[in-house]
């Protein structure tokens, strides 16, 4: 396993967040903990409702056995000059969607050096708090380094900050947040990497389910709760569109600000 030593930068982090989230009184429930790796490397491909999501499993995953993930990050949040202090510090990987394949063989080899790495196949939060469809970087990663991919859903996350909503610093006390492991599984170099992430999100979305089923607040009309269950999310098809323009508009702002550049 890489070797970094004491790591203060990630202890800090791991500390304020237990400090803030024990100040919030969250109320964390796990089930299949026993899923979570204590030794060698492995892929968590986690669900994204909520810009917490990675804080959140850090503090349930430290919980459970003190070991550190490897989240992969934009490189614009390498280069705000607090948010990449910590990022570095904490050893994450920077992506530039310019060069990809850069940040993949640095994940690859992590996983090979025996860390934990923590993905979300969906590639951005989602709006109607149901799982999108995956890209397959999670699948070809652990099927090139030889380590399991591990399911993790969260619930919950999203009632503390998410996309297009939010609720008030009352709100956020107490939150019931719950979180779901699945059993690894391998893939191999030779398998379909886009049936393997077909069946990744099927067992994600499942767990997902098992975690609303059981959730202690009930959330009829809740911007929280998808529509399918009878909350205001949008529904998938509806954020998909909202997304579409989202992903148009930043991209006209870039040619802009290009063009006033030359």
């Given amino acids: 396993m890489t070797k970094h030593g004491a790591e203060p930068i990630y202890s800090t982090a791991v500390g304020l967040g ?4 024990g100040l919030l009184r969250l109320r964390p429930t796990v089930t299949g903990g026993r899923n979570l790796p204590d030794t ?3 892929v968590l491909a986690i669900t994204h409702f909520g ?9 349930m995953m430290f919980k459970r056995n003190k070991r550190h993930i490897r989240f992969l ?5 390498f280069d ?8 570095r510090g904490m050893h994450h990987i920077s992506v530039d969607m310019s060069a990809g394949a850069d940040a993949y063989r640095l994940a690859v080899q992590a996983l090979r050096d025996g860390e934990v790495l923590g993905v979300f196949p969906e590639g951005g939060v989602s709006a109607s708090f149901e799982v999108r469809d995956l890209k397959t970087g999670a699948v070809r990663m652990a099927a090139e380094a030889g ?23 009352r709100e956020k006390f107490g939150l019931p947040i719950g979180f779901a492991v699945g059993a690894p599984f391998s893939p191999k170099p030779t398998d379909d990497a886009a049936e393997v992430t077909i069946e990744l999100r099927d067992r994600l979305q499942a767990l997902v389910h098992s975690l609303q089923d059981r959730y202690p607040d009930e959330g009829t009309g809740a911007w929280w709760q998808p529509a399918r269950l009878g909350g205001s999310a949008p529904t998938p098809e509806v954020a998909a569109v909202a997304e579409a323009a989202r992903k148009e508009r930043k991209a006209r702002e870039a040619r802009e600000a290009a063009s006033k550049r030359d």
């Fill in 18 to 21: 237990r400090t803030l989230f």
């Fill in 40 to 42: 060698g490397g492995a």
């Fill in 51 to 59: 810009y917490m999501d990675f804080a959140l499993v850090e503090w």
């Fill in 73 to 77: 990050a934009q490189k614009g949040a």
């Fill in 80 to 87: 705000k000059p607090a948010v990449g202090f910590f990022l």
């Fill in 147 to 169: 380590v399991p991919v591990i399911p993790v859903a969260v619930w919950g996350g999203q009632r503390l900050l998410t996309k297009s909503a939010g609720s008030t610093l």
